[in-house]
């Protein structure tokens, strides 16, 4: 394996590590209303985030109309110098395949799962579960910051096969 190679991999890994300390994304969005944010409890299938929602959400309407989203994913840090965090780029769709969406709900529910306990809960949240749609965010370039290496270092993954752009 290529010097490159492994550098990328290393990354892939250390995101992956990243994403699974953590639990819940910033998604940002636009349509014709203009741009919208929402914070998700999300699983990761490898790099792509996965996480359920209401189709009737501000989010959930805007990808609908237009997949490229971003989102953040960090700590509530109180020093600059501690901060770590991803910035997700790429495009997000409702999973519509019932197989992709057993595979969404089973990543989600091994994860949370209190979801599984949901039906045991109320009707109304049941109903509102019932009711929700599974969502994937299938990443392009995923920005790892981490202060802890100097201010604004960044490290960035492009998935799409473009050239590295600088981080946003």
Known sequence: MS??????????????????LHHVMSLATVGPDGPHA???????????????SDPASQHSIHIESRAQVAATIAFDYHDFVEIEGLQVFGR???IADGAGRRRARDRLHARYPFLER????SQQLRAAYERAQFYRLEPAR??????????????ILDLDGSPSRPAA
């Open 3 to 20: 010097e490159a190679a492994e550098t990328r991999n290393d990354l892939a890994c250390r995101i992956a590590s990243f994403l699974d």
């Open 38 to 52: 929402a914070n998700l409890f999300y699983a990761r299938d490898a790099l792509a985030l996965i996480w359920v």
């Open 92 to 94: 997000a769709r409702r």
């Open 118 to 121: 949901i039906s045991g809960v």
């Open 142 to 155: 995923i920005v790892l910051i981490d202060n802890r290496r100097g201010f604004g270092s960044k490290e």
